[in-house]
């Protein structure tokens, strides 16, 4: 009789700690979190703080000729380990202190079977909206490395037509408030948007975008205070100033083919600046681009019967805008393309979008000029065209 009860008992209790695959994964996050939050704040400096965030959405299927079904919705979480500036140097003030962080993140798809998972890591910036009183708005933005579980296989998975690559790049957008509860801990909620693309280097490449209802915390083991801030008693009168620069870059795309080839593109571009103030610009120029892929599809398809003819069409000569954001040595671009002439072969669109992040060297020695490094995602509309790396020289 013993034995039934405690065989009934055991029984009920499985029943009660059997955890559904969905707060399975997420007992496992909050272990890791725990874990981090405490061997972080154990050593923790002034100004860090660790910030986990649950998501719930689902995926957008933003174009048509996307051949998978969403199943379910899409989860995830992840962890951003933050470090406040506070005024260090003058454009921190400026720019109303912002936040750097490096964010890990998981985040389940809805349909396992032929989207699968992603686990990315995002180096991001908070730039502060608004603050009243124990209320604060953000916007984050980051771009990193992301590991796609599933990808487009010809025999295997050959629904998922958004992905052909495990390793992609991928863009972490938020925009939240959060409510201060007392000086350590806040509560955070918002929306973000996920975007997953290898930026045409491996076909197929519609990308994926996961926009979502988020919901966290942040905990900062020794917060800053408010006379721990440095204010810069300068003159903060509007500087109009011009500047321009030199810059060259390098993308490999995958075109015509799945499994095929992928061929460079060069690109090449000048821009005039004109200075806002210290920390904003509006650039405007012209870019050029050679692009392979195109050569040799002339070449064989006989579009173009000369070398001379191959290199003319796959040309494109474009005149570009945007404005340039600038966070001390780094700087985020946001450029809108027209292309110009009528010579470029297969010329995707009239206009382009292009996302740029850059990182200036120090202007030290022979050196008068900043040299910098640069890595930028061009599309057309919602579909990625490249993603480059460049460096250049700013005058």
């Known amino acids: 009789m013993f034995n039934e009860r405690l065989m009934k008992l055991t ?3 499985r ?21 981090c939050s405490f061997l972080f704040s154990t050593n923790a400096q002034k100004g860090f703080s660790i910030e986990p965030t649950l998501h719930f959405g689902s995926v957008t299927k933003h174009t048509s000729k996307l051949t998978f079904d969403v199943k379910g919705p899409s989860y995830g979480a992840d962890i951003n380990f933050k470090f406040q500036t506070y005024g260090k140097k003058e454009w921190q003030e400026w720019r109303k202190f912002p936040l750097f962080g490096v964010t890990a993140l998981w985040l389940r798809f809805g ?24 209320w604060q708005g953000y916007y984050q ?30 863009i972490l957008m938020k925009f939240y408030t959060t409510r201060q509860l007392n000086s350590k801990w806040k509560l955070n909620a918002g929306i973000s948007l996920n975007h997953f693309s290898n930026g045409g280097a491996r076909l197929p490449n519609f990308g994926l975008n996961v926009p979502a209802l988020m919901i966290g915390f942040n905990y900062a083991p020794q917060p800053l205070l ?4 440095f204010f810069h008693n300068k003159n903060k ?14 993308g490999l795309v995958q075109r015509f083919a799945i499994g095929g080839p992928r061929f460079p593109i060069y690109i090449f571009g000048v821009r005039g600046k004109y200075y806002l103030n210290r920390v904003n610009r509006l650039v405007a120029g012209f870019e050029y681009e050679q ?26 000569l474009m005149f570009v805008v945007g404005d340039e ?3 001390g040595s780094l700087s985020i671009t946001l450029q809108l393309g027209v292309y110009l002439g009528n010579f470029s072969f297969l010329k995707p669109a009239t206009t382009y979008t292009k996302f740029t992040t850059r990182y200036y060297l120090p202007s030290k020695g022979i050196l008068k000029h900043k040299m910098f490094l640069e890595v930028a995602l061009k599309t057309h509309l919602t579909v990625a065209e490249y993603i480059s790396i460049g460096t250049g020289i700013n005058f």
Do not use: C
């Open 11 to 13: 029984a009920t209790s």
């Open 15 to 35: 029943k009660i700690l059997h955890f559904p695959p969905f707060f399975k994964v997420f007992k496992w996050l909050w272990v890791f979190i725990i874990l």
């Open 111 to 134: 349909n396992n079977s032929v989207l699968g998972n992603a686990f990315s890591i995002t180096p991001n910036l908070s730039i502060p909206l608004f603050n009243k009183r124990n």
């Open 141 to 170: 933005i980051g771009i990193g490395y992301a590991y796609m579980t599933k990808k487009f296989d010809v025999v295997n998975n050959p629904e998922n037509n958004a992905i052909g690559s495990n390793s992609v790049s991928t």
């Open 226 to 229: 408010k006379d721990q801030f």
């Open 237 to 250: 009168k509007r500087i109009r100033k011009f500047g321009f620069d030199l810059q060259t870059g390098f």
């Open 291 to 316: 692009n392979r892929a195109i050569y040799s599809f002339t070449l064989h398809t006989y579009n173009a019967l000369t070398r001379d003819d191959a290199r003319k069409k796959a040309s494109r």
């Open 325 to 327: 954001f600038l966070f």
